[in-house]
């Protein structure tokens, strides 16, 4: 079955950085990528648009293609987004068989450890790691022994089953920050070419992001 991967975030604004990683590993995992915005996000800060300006942001930057899209859940669920809970969720809805993968960042796959109910995520969904070039590797050691029972190419090795895997994927690393983007917009500054020019217009339009946040 044609496998499903899921990039979660807050998505406060969507940018490039954040496409470009979801095409490239909708490209060498020949899978459809959904976008998942997190309503409460346990591990960052909270998001300065509410959910339904985020996702009018993601619609704009999806617009005009079929490989990428979107999926609400989380923030149609109350209290911490918690990817145990959505990975479960998914499960009794695609059934066992089907393989799931959750996207993430190389940043986010080393504080796996910290996850609420982390060990579980491997029972649900394979972990695809978007890795870049020159990114230290030390892992804690509980992640460390995952990583070796687990690990198998890209192309090989996790197709004929829902979940368990840890496969890297090598991806264009654009740096490319939602934090910049939104000191850029409150100092006045056009952030142009690091979110889609759609994304942008209507962030200018609404006035969004125009100050900065209150310390």
């Known amino acids: 079955m044609h496998p499903l991967a899921l990039l979660g975030g807050t998505f406060d ?127 804690a050691a509980a992640l460390q022994e995952q990583i070796a029972a687990r690990r198998c190419a890209v192309d090989a090795g996790w197709r004929d089953r829902g979940a368990g895997r840890v496969l890297f994927l090598d991806i264009l690393e654009l740096d490319i920050s939602a934090t910049a983007i939104r000191a850029q917009l409150a100092a006045g500054r056009e952030p142009r070419y690091l979110l889609p020019d759609a994304v942008l217009a209507q962030i200018r339009r609404r006035g969004w992001y125009a100050q900065a946040p209150a310390a």
């Open 13 to 139: 604004p969507v940018h490039n950085g954040h496409l470009r990683a979801a095409w490239e590993a909708a490209e060498q995992l020949d899978a459809e990528v959904c976008l998942l915005p997190a309503n409460v996000p346990p591990h960052r800060p909270q998001p300065v648009l509410d959910a339904a300006q985020r996702v009018a942001l993601l619609e704009l930057a999806l617009a005009g293609q079929s490989r990428l899209s979107l999926d609400t859940r989380e923030l149609r669920r109350a209290g911490p987004s918690y990817t145990v809970d959505t990975l479960h969720e998914l499960r009794a809805e695609i059934g066992p068989a089907r393989p799931l993968l959750l996207l993430l960042g190389i940043d986010a796959f080393a504080g796996l450890p910290s996850w609420n109910r982390w060990l579980q995520l491997f029972e649900l969904a394979h972990i695809a790691v978007l890795d870049r070039p020159g990114h230290s590797r030390d892992y």
